[in-house]
């Protein structure tokens, strides 16, 4: 029973465009959203995140989106460059849970094609 | 500043051996974090220590797994009788406190024959 699901496994998107990476969540006790970047051979790198007391958060080119009523959050990066090539995790946490700990999702692999 | 790092980066062992990973966190960093991610999925929570004590190790798949953090800093996760379905890459994290952001180690990949 997956509580972060990330739908699209892959996606392409060229130089200079925006890049729209989606992630679900079923756990209504989530309250803390990050966005982590890993590159082949190295760990997870944090990326971004937002509070559920925000709907936006935004930092260079990076902007994540969380809509709680649908229980959904997005990624978008305008523009996109080629290094942003990698696989984008989503995930999440609750601030009442004693460990924090985060739940990811299964990744989307972005290519950015130049 | 150095990041969290993990050796050894790679392990290959037989099953039915042991095989003991190491994590060093950030500095000052109070809580650490194991992970485990097998192919195509993203990392799963192990155990939580802040500070010396394991404050939560419900990620635990069974009792083969054991983590440790004797002085509050390094973390070993020991790993008995290994069996196959334990390949895997092991993330350690740490952060500076509860709820602080999590930043994350290059794993070690382990492969059980």
């Known amino acids: 029973d997956q509580q972060v699901k990330q739908n699209s496994p892959s996606l392409s998107v060229q130089e200079g465009r925006i890049s729209i990476l989606n992630c679900d969540y079923t756990?209504?006790?989530?309250?803390?959203f990050l966005w982590y970047k890993k590159y082949p051979a190295e760990g997870p790198t944090f990326l971004i995140s937002?509070?559920?007391?925000?709907d936006k958060n935004e930092d260079g080119r990076f902007t994540v989106f969380l809509n709680k009523s649908a229980k959904h959050l997005s990624l978008h990066i305008v523009p996109s460059q080629p290094g942003d090539s990698a696989v984008y995790f989503c995930?999440?946490?609750?601030?009442?849970?004693?460990?924090?700990?985060?739940?990811f999702g299964s990744g989307t692999q972005l290519t950015v094609l130049p | 500043g150095a990041g969290v790092s993990q050796t050894p980066s790679n392990k290959v062992t037989e099953k039915g051996k042991y095989v003991e990973l190491r994590c060093d966190p950030i500095s000052g960093h109070t809580a650490l974090y194991w992970y485990r991610q097998s192919l195509g999925q993203g990392p799963e929570f192990l155990i939580y220590?802040?500070?010396?004590?394991?404050?939560?190790d419900s990620g635990l798949p069974n009792d083969r797994f054991f983590a440790v953090r004797p002085e509050g800093s390094v973390s070993t996760l020991k790993i008995q009788r290994t069996e196959r379905g334990d390949s895997a890459v092991y993330l350690c994290a740490s952060s500076f406190g509860l709820g602080q952001t999590q930043y994350f180690g290059p794993g070690t990949r382990l492969l059980v024959l």
């Open positions: 995930a999440a946490s609750e601030s009442s849970g004693s460990a924090r700990q985060l739940t």
């Open positions: 220590f802040q500070g010396t004590g394991a404050a939560d």
């Open positions: 756990n209504s006790m989530f309250d803390y």
């Open positions: 937002i509070s559920s007391i925000k």
